[in-house]
């Protein structure tokens, strides 16, 4: 395993904590050996606590909390199985401007983005919050205890939006794929339509064809029909002009005569 990259939160010395070839040796039974008191011997009171026993069950408290925030990290080195601990040396103002500085400069070596979605940003900045934790929760527990559980909420909140934000791709992914595949069958669907829409132009084109040869068909027809019977209405109006000469000639030839000669005509028509 390969040993941790370095962090902004700060850690104490690694310790080895065992060996693959180490084995455990058998627990021995302890030997349980009563004192020898005399008959007159009284019982010795128990020294009295020093007055550092309270600060270190405050700071042995502290440690605890703090390994609980921020665990431990383990890693395989050889045969060797590595630990080290979150730092729980108090932080200075220097210590602070110092975390700043280094932030800093790991944003720009690891050329993070200012804006936008950037997971070395976040990385960093996830670092930097943890060693404020650190720093915080060693002068006051409880106030890192509620640093954890905003970053915890802080940390759910961004999950819950990758989720989202993977959710939506697959949504939009599946969406792509089913628009090609109606993008293909409306292309066919198109293509069909042309080839309809062709065929009726061709039929139209037919049928404009056959219409106009049937209007000049039915043109000349009539024009030939028109120009009958104006010939008949000419021969009808000479006929009748020449009767009426007739008619006019007879009567001043006398009454009889010109009526036979003017009927004798028609009933032979």
Same mark, same amino acid.
């Given at each position: 395993?390969?040993p941790?990259?370095?962090?902004?939160?700060?850690?104490?010395?690694?310790?080895?904590?065992?060996?693959s070839?180490?084995?455990?040796?058998?627990?021995?039974?302890?030997?349980r050996?009563?004192?020898?008191?005399?008959?007159?011997?009284?019982?010795?009171?128990?020294?009295?606590?020093?007055?550092?026993?309270?600060?270190d069950?405050?700071?042995?408290?502290?440690e605890?909390?703090?390994?609980?925030?921020?665990?431990?990290?383990?890693?395989?080195?050889?045969?060797?199985?590595?630990?080290?601990?979150?730092?729980?040396?108090?932080?200075?103002?220097?210590?602070?401007?110092?975390l700043? *500085?280094?932030? =800093?400069t !790991?944003? @720009?070596q690891?050329?993070? &983005?200012?804006?936008?979605?950037?997971?070395?940003? /976040? #990385?960093?900045?996830?670092?930097c919050?943890?060693?404020?934790?650190?720093?915080?929760?060693?002068?006051?527990?409880?106030?890192?205890?509620?640093?954890?559980?905003?970053?915890?909420?802080?940390?759910?909140?961004?999950?819950?939006?990758?989720?989202?934000?993977?959710?939506?791709?697959?949504?939009?992914?599946r969406?792509?794929?089913?628009a090609?595949?109606?993008?293909?069958?409306?292309?066919?669907?198109i293509?069909?339509?042309?080839? *309809?829409?062709? =065929?009726? !132009?061709? @039929?139209?084109?037919e049928q &404009?064809?056959?219409c106009?040869?049937?209007?000049? /068909? #039915?043109?000349e027809?009539?024009?030939?029909?028109?120009?009958?019977?104006?010939?008949?209405?000419?021969?009808?109006?000479?006929?009748?002009q020449?009767?009426?000469?007739?008619?006019?000639?007879?009567?001043?030839?006398?009454?009889?005569?010109?009526?036979?000669?003017?009927?004798?005509?028609?009933?032979?028509?």
């Open positions: 395993m390969i941790p990259a370095e962090s902004l939160l700060k850690y104490d010395n690694p310790v080895l904590v065992s060996k070839t180490d084995r455990k040796s058998p627990k021995g039974r302890p030997l050996v009563s004192p020898q008191q005399s008959a007159d011997s009284t019982p010795i009171p128990p020294p009295p606590k020093p007055k550092s026993s309270l600060t069950a405050t700071k042995q408290e502290s605890e909390i703090l390994n609980a925030i921020l665990p431990p990290r383990e890693w395989m080195e050889g045969n060797q199985l590595w630990m080290q601990h979150v730092s729980s040396t108090p932080c200075t103002r220097t210590d602070v401007v110092h700043e *500085e280094l932030l =800093d !790991k944003l @720009q690891r050329q993070a &983005r200012e804006t936008g979605i950037c997971p070395v940003r /976040r #990385e960093l900045y996830s670092q919050f943890d060693e404020l934790i650190r720093q915080v929760t060693i002068n006051c527990a409880e106030r890192g205890l509620l640093l954890l559980r905003v970053r915890d909420e802080i940390q759910m909140t961004i999950a819950a939006y990758q989720t989202l934000y993977e959710s939506s791709v697959a949504f939009g992914m969406k792509a794929l089913q090609e595949q109606g993008k293909a069958d409306m292309e066919k669907m293509s069909d339509l042309e080839s *309809e829409k062709h =065929d009726l !132009k061709k @039929q139209l084109n &404009r064809a056959k106009d040869a049937i209007e000049k /068909r #039915e043109n027809k009539r024009q030939v029909e028109e120009k009958k019977h104006m010939e008949e209405i000419q021969f009808l109006k000479r006929t009748n020449q009767l009426k000469v007739r008619f006019y000639n007879s009567i001043q030839k006398g009454p009889l005569d010109s009526l036979i000669t003017v009927l004798l005509p028609a009933l032979r028509v």
